[in-house]
């Protein structure tokens, strides 16, 4: 296989518990907390979790938007974990990001022309008149039109500026777009839309995309690979349609089962899992997933799970899936 577009390895951020007058640090909060994974040329890896999961974090530090704690983050073949603010802006040109708020993620005091001419002054590309052509060139590509381009951000719905966050975003033409929930705040209507948008683009500029969302209907539609995270760590990594058939984590399947089902006469089971999400701040011993798990057994409290493959393509942190009781569930199947 070749080598990934971009590495990720024992990625973490904890973030710091202040407290007194005199400030001193009384704990941590383990946002991300051991991450690893790679990301292909050309594919989509979506990333899946509650609110809180620590996947919006990880976006970030991938672009260098936050500081990582710890972990090796490669890009091309390039570690840029530790690059200076000037090496990580040659970098940034080829790994852009669409943002989640349509509406807070665009200066309301600039046209839009100016919004996505920003990225060429700012790595020096083409001179005015090549600016505005690609400026005009993207409006049309995102389905927009000329005139857009002397509106401000207000005079746009939320579909629309979000056509404008993807228009910025391949300004630059990049390699890799980290795509942080981009259709969570539009209506289901405009989700299709700007999703099977982003599906277009992804074939025509041959992008690579990071797909960060809490909605598995939308991973699934867009995805070729998903990871499932929980409590800053990854649980459970596959194909997309290995995934959906047979989810092997219980986290995974408690997922799944709550996806809304369009049918008035479906009568859902019990549901898997009950409580809130523990505080990262002080997170369960061993698996952090065993305070809400069903199948919860004595090793889960002490032990960490081993993040390891189970099927070809298909990894999951489970005890369940370890040697020996793996054998068991096999044979009482």
Do not use: W
């Not at 381009?149 to 993807?166: N, T």
């Not at 630059?172 to 277009?200: C, F, G, R, W, Y």
Request: with cysteine; glycine share 8%.
């Amino acid at each position: 296989m070749s080598e990934p577009l971009l590495k990720v390895e024992g990625l973490k951020k904890y973030f710091p518990i202040q407290a007194g007058l005199i400030t001193h640090t009384v704990g941590q909060v383990k946002a991300v907390d051991d991450v690893s994974f790679d990301v292909y040329e050309g594919e989509t890896l979506g990333i899946v979790g509650e609110s809180g999961c620590g996947k919006s974090t990880t976006g970030r530090m991938l672009m260098r938007l936050l500081e990582p704690t710890a972990g090796r983050i490669t890009f091309s073949g390039r570690e840029i974990s530790e690059l200076s603010n000037k090496e990580l802006r040659a970098v940034r040109r080829d790994i852009q990001m669409v943002f989640q708020d349509p509406y807070a993620s665009l200066n309301p005091r600039h046209t839009i022309g100016k919004i996505l001419e920003e990225p060429l002054i700012v790595h020096g590309i083409g001179n005015a008149k090549e600016r505005k052509a690609r400026v005009l060139s993207l409006l049309n590509t995102v389905g927009l039109s000329d005139f857009h381009a002397k509106r401000y951000p207000h005079q746009f719905s939320g579909g629309q500026r979000q056509r404008v966050g993807i228009a910025r975003a391949l300004m630059t033409n990049p390699k890799l777009v980290i795509a942080d929930e981009p259709v969570s705040a539009l209506d289901v209507s405009v989700q299709a839309q700007v999703l099977n948008l982003m599906q277009d683009l992804q074939r025509d500029f041959k992008l690579t995309y990071i797909f960060i969302a809490h909605d598995l209907g939308v991973v699934r539609h867009i995805s070729n690979r998903v990871g499932v995270m929980y409590l800053g760590h990854i649980v459970e990594l596959a194909g997309s349609e290995s995934l959906y058939e047979e989810p092997l984590h219980p986290y995974t399947q408690a997922l799944l089962a709550a996806v809304p089902i369009p049918d008035p006469d479906f009568k859902r089971e019990a549901e898997l899992i009950k409580g809130d999400i523990p505080s990262p701040s002080n997170p369960p011993s061993g698996c952090t997933f065993h305070t809400r798990c069903p199948f919860k057994m004595d090793i889960c409290t002490q032990q960490e799970p081993i993040f390891k493959e189970v099927k070809p393509g298909h990894s999951v942190a489970c005890h369940l899936y370890n040697d020996a009781h793996h054998n068991d569930i096999k044979q009482s199947n």
